[in-house]
């Protein structure tokens, strides 16, 4: 079964650091381009961050250029999403997802949630 | 940078047509993906490059694309498709990814 589970979202104060990752399974992790998709609560979907097969191309949405960091461990088939200097607007679902078939989000995870608050 | 703009909502009844519109500066020269959402679930790819369905994606789902407008049209319409929809292109002049506002689906 094709699957990505995220994990390491939670509460954390704004100016503090967060980790989040995503395991992958059922297809071959290393031949595809991964993405970061976030959800504001009660917002529409922002893409945040992708990264190409082999990581050696990053892009990002320019509200998180110098604060985000996007990486991947093939070996391990899992996608990182290194999170620093937290903002309240950083407060949201954030998705796993691959990119499979054309440019399109085909496969994506469960989310985890990332609260930003004093 | 690249916007797309879709209507906050659409209202329709069962067994009829819903066509949700994304609007963006020539679309039609971009390739378009819509992706169904419904409460507290991730969001779910329904069609993709336009026109093409995922398998498992119901042949109700169609999309077409040209000039300045791009829709969704969900035929047939049933209460399990009530929803949010996305549009999504891939802006090749910044290299990012773009979303539509999103549109709700009501099913009266």
Known sequence: ???LVESGGGLVQPGGSLRLSCAASGFTFSSYWM?????APGKGLEWVANIKQDGSEKYYVDSVKGRFTISRDNAKNSLYLQMNSLRAE???????ASLIVSDAFDIWGQGTMVTVSS | SYVLTQPPSVSVAPGQTAR???GGNNIGSKSVHWYQQKPGQAPVLVVYDDSDRPSGIPER???SNSGNTATLTISRVEAGDEADYYCQVWDSSSDHYVFGTGTKVTVL
Do not use: K, L
């Not at chain 1, 993405?35 to 959800?39: A, I, K, T």
């Open chain 1, 1 to 3: 079964e094709v699957q």
């Open chain 1, 35 to 39: 993405s970061w998709v976030r959800q």
């Open chain 1, 90 to 96: 950083d407060t949201a679902v954030y998705y796993c």
């Open chain 2, 20 to 22: 949700i519109t994304c």
């Open chain 2, 61 to 63: 789902f169609s999309g």
